[in-house]
């Protein structure tokens, strides 16, 4: 709101000055503006900024933290903000320590489990995203996986573990399996509903040009779909994020998951809720980058 | 020069929707000579875009025979090329990359790349757009687009070029503009055209024949008017020719008074 009479008092000495050359004027104007007034702009279009962006978060995350520290009051088993925050700093000063297998930093089981994420989540994009453009391609294939899939894709993820310990009888690939299955869906879906959202106009381009079936793919298909695919990998990449720490608890290993149970099992409160927070920002990191990436094909 | 270079013979097209079928043209007769310039007009809804898609191979017909160079048409096929209604670029292919696609499709099994790269830009620099060819299609005006869609169908050299009222979202000065363009590009390249339009004056200056469609369903061809007027022609001195007001007095006539759109 302060911008604009501030634009508006730099513009009126401007054409006020002279009348009779005003192309000539603005450039030597610009040239002697005191250099003060300029900082003040910048300085009250930051402080707008302030009022609109800042505040308001800041004040919903005092909000929650008050409410915390209400309910630590009164419940003595849960750590209160403060306490958490000292044992965060302890925990984060020495991230990578490697005592065996069962006490490793905070840092190696965050990227244990964003190694599962990835494999699982790396999987499900090469086998789902090729599944999601045939099946939006080939309206028989679409009809033919309809059924499975929409039995499949509401079945909670963790329900798919037995099968996985049973097929790969140990516990990595069975974390994995679970992260695959359920963050495939969101992906071939999407993909498969941009392809029969491509404007006809833009096929009826292809089959006027006569293109082959690869250029139609390269040229038409797979531009016009990326923006739904983008959307399809972010829903997986948050599905499979939301899945690793209960995956993780069962089968067990280095990983944040894991970590979670172990420290539930040493009564360690501060740590359970220091992992609630890692693994809501990695959560949030993640979704910040793949949003900035799908930005950058957006037509 | 008087090949009989399209034929329609009884053509029609039937849509089947949910509430039944719908009988959008019948009974099309038409035959379209070599280089020759042929309008489509008629009120909107009548059929006109359908007739087209038919030509275009886009849609099927429903019965009757269509041929185009003696052989039937089957499918669409680089013979011939459409100009859009909605220009239809690529947004994320440049104007050169637009046209580039089809330069590459028609001449890709048996010339060069460099040889392609300067059919592009020269079909580019045909229709004025040699300096915006690298913009996206968001980058340049509604005139440009409707360019760069006619530069992509002329860049396959077809025999025949099918408009779907190629002018018809711009404002009446650059309609002015690409007319005077087209018909010069339509000269030079001689080949056989077939537009769509929905503009009286459009039609008169730039046809040799103007086929006026009755209203739908079931529309069919009420009238066929020659366009005697000599090229090349000249918009401002027609403008006070006395055989262009009569010719465009008739097809008015057939629009607003025999086959008049009343309003639902
Ligand atoms: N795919 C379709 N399914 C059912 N009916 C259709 C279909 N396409 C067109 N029609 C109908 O056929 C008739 C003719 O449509 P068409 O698009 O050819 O009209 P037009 O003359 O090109 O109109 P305009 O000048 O507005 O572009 C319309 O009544 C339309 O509702
Ligand atoms: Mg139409």
Redesign the interface.
């Given at each position: 709101m302060n911008v604009a009479p501030m634009t508006k008092k730099d513009v009126i000495p401007i054409s006020r000055n002279d009348a009779a050359s005003p192309m000539q004027q603005p450039a030597p104007n610009v040239a002697q503006r005191p250099a003060a007034r300029k900082w003040t702009a910048s300085l009250y279009g930051g402080m707008d900024a302030l009022t609109q962006w800042a505040i308001p978060p800041l004040l919903g995350l005092i909000v929650f933290l008050l409410g915390w520290s209400l309910l630590a009051e009164y419940s003595p088993q849960l750590p209160g903000p403060v306490k958490t925050w000292h044992s965060a700093v302890e925990l984060f000063s020495d991230p990578f320590y490697d005592n065996g297998p069962n006490d490793q930093g905070i840092g190696w089981n965050i990227l244990h489990s964003l190694e599962r994420v990835g494999m699982g989540f790396g999987l499900a994009a090469l086998i789902g995203i090729p599944l999601g453009f045939m099946i939006g391609r080939f309206s028989f294939l679409n009809k033919m996986t309809a059924p499975i899939i929409s039995l499949l894709r509401p079945v909670s993820p963790l329900a798919w573990l037995p099968i996985g310990l049973l097929v790969f009888k140990e516990a990595q690939p069975a974390a994995i399996w679970v992260i695959f299955i359920s963050s495939i869906w969101p992906m071939v879906i999407n993909t498969a509903v941009g392809v029969t959202k491509v404007p006809v106009?833009?096929l009826?381009?292809a089959?006027?040009?006569?293109?082959s079936e690869f250029?139609i793919f390269s040229?038409?298909l797979f531009?016009?779909v990326l923006p739904y695919m983008m959307t399809g990998v972010r829903l997986s990449v948050g599905v499979a994020w939301l899945v690793i720490v209960a995956a993780e608890m069962l089968t067990g290993g280095v990983g944040i998951g894991f970590w979670v149970w172990d420290e539930w099992n040493n009564l360690n409160v501060e740590h359970i809720i220091i992992a609630i927070f890692v693994v809501g920002i990695i959560g949030l990191l993640l979704e910040q980058a793949l949003l900035m990436l799908a930005r950058r094909f957006e037509? | 020069m008087h090949k009989k270079f399209i034929q329609l013979e009884n053509v029609e097209r039937v849509f089947v929707t949910r509430q039944g079928t719908y009988t959008a043209i019948t009974d099309i007769n038409l035959a379209i000579q070599q280089g020759e310039f042929v309008s489509i007009i008629g009120h909107s809804g009548c059929g006109k875009s359908t007739l087209l898609n038919l030509v275009a191979g886009l849609t099927p017909a429903s019965g009757g025979i269509m041929l185009c160079n003696g052989r039937e048409i089957t499918g669409p096929g680089p013979d011939r090329g459409v100009v859009f209604q909605n220009h239809s670029l690529l947004p994320w292919l440049t104007c050169f990359g637009n046209v580039y696609l089809a330069v590459e499709r028609v001449f890709g099994r048996t010339e060069k790349k460099s040889r392609l790269r300067e059919r592009t830009e020269q079909v580019l620099d045909l229709v004025g757009l040699k300096e915006a060819q690298h913009k996206y299609p968001h980058e340049i005006s509604g005139g440009m687009k409707q360019r760069v869609g006619t530069a992509r169908a002329l860049s396959m050299q077809p025999k025949v070029l099918l408009l779907d009222e190629p002018f018809g979202a711009l404002d009446a000065l650059t309609r002015a503009l690409l007319q005077d363009e087209l018909m010069r590009i339509v000269a030079a390249s001689g080949c056989t055209v077939m537009m769509v339009t929905h503009d009286v004056d459009e039609a008169v200056l730039l046809s040799d024949r103007v086929v006026m469609m009755t209203n739908g369903p079931a529309a069919t061809i009420g009238q066929v008017l020659q366009i005697a007027l000599p090229r090349p022609r000249n918009r401002l001195a027609l403008a006070e020719d006395a055989r262009y007001a009569s010719l465009r007095s008739e097809v008015l006539k057939f629009l607003y008074q025999r086959h008049a759109k009343h309003a639902a």
């Open positions: 106009d833009y009826n381009v089959r006027v040009l006569n293109l250029r040229k038409i531009p016009a037509y | -």
